[in-house]
């Protein structure tokens, strides 16, 4: 079966400090790999992408992720937090094979302390 | 990226009542959109796939008479709760993917927050 595990329920990190919120995927095949944020009561704005290429991906807003084959993970990263950054954000994989299956995780909320 | 409206962003309705929530692409002609239910502090749910001039295909377990979608132009998707309950009440958002593989990330709407009293 097809899922993605977001291990973390909650990341608190402090104002200035590098970031991780993980991701592990259990998908057949390639699959395409993306991270969303969501602010309270509002839809799901895209951060990034991976498709193929360099495992390091650079999105919006500093953020970053890192594509591990291996160990079936797409973690991301901002090297230096924001207080603004506090939200919640999903780890979401899409089956090459099936456009209309995008399967989320369960979301990590993010709090950014001054 | 695509732009993505909803209408309305939170509506209050009765038990019984219908509510229909529109999805609007202001950008791009989408023939595929995506409907999503969320509850508090969860995951997003896939409730149904929206095709312009076809029927839906909804996911198991969802009632496609209780949840009534209609795709009728490229721009704009309809979500209908018929007959709504209190247990009806969720964050809907809809979605829609600018392009035509799965290598295109998909575009949200800002949600629409239903409360069935």
């Known amino acids: 079966a097809q899922s993605v595990a977001q291990p973390e329920d909650q990341v608190n990190v402090a104002e200035g400090n590098p970031l991780t919120v993980k991701c592990t995927y259990s998908?057949?095949?390639?699959?395409?790999l993306f991270w969303y944020v969501q602010y309270p009561n509002r839809g799901l704005q895209f951060l990034l992408k991976y498709i193929t290429g360099d495992n390091l991906v650079k999105g919006s807003y500093g953020f970053e992720a890192e594509f591990n084959k291996s160990q079936t993970s797409f973690h991301l990263k901002k090297p230096s937090a924001l207080v603004s950054d506090s939200a919640l954000y999903f780890c979401?994989?899409?089956?090459?094979?099936?456009?209309?299956?995008?399967?989320f995780g369960s979301g990590t909320k993010l709090n950014v302390k001054p | 990226g695509a732009v993505v409206s909803q209408h309305p962003s939170r509506v209050i309705c009765k038990s019984g009542t219908s509510v229909k929530i529109e999805c609007r692409s202001l950008?791009?002609?989408?023939?595929?959109m995506f409907w999503y239910r969320q509850f508090p502090k969860q995951s997003l749910m896939l409730m149904a796939t929206?095709?312009?001039?076809?029927?839906?295909?909804?996911e198991q377990g969802v009632e496609k008479d209780k949840f009534l979608i209609n795709h009728a132009s490229l721009t704009l998707s309809t979500l209908t709760v018929t007959s709504a309950h209190p247990e009806d009440s969720s964050f809907y958002i809809c979605?829609?993917?600018?392009?035509?593989?799965?290598?295109?990330?998909?575009?949200f709407g800002p949600g629409t927050r239903l409360t069935v009293t």
């Open positions: 979605s829609l993917t600018p392009g035509p593989t799965a290598a295109y990330e998909q575009y």
């Open positions: 979401a994989v899409r089956d090459r094979g099936n456009f209309n299956k995008f399967y």
């Open positions: 929206s095709n312009e001039g076809s029927k839906a295909t909804y």
């Open positions: 998908v057949s095949g390639n699959p395409y």
């Open positions: 950008d791009f002609q989408a023939t595929t």
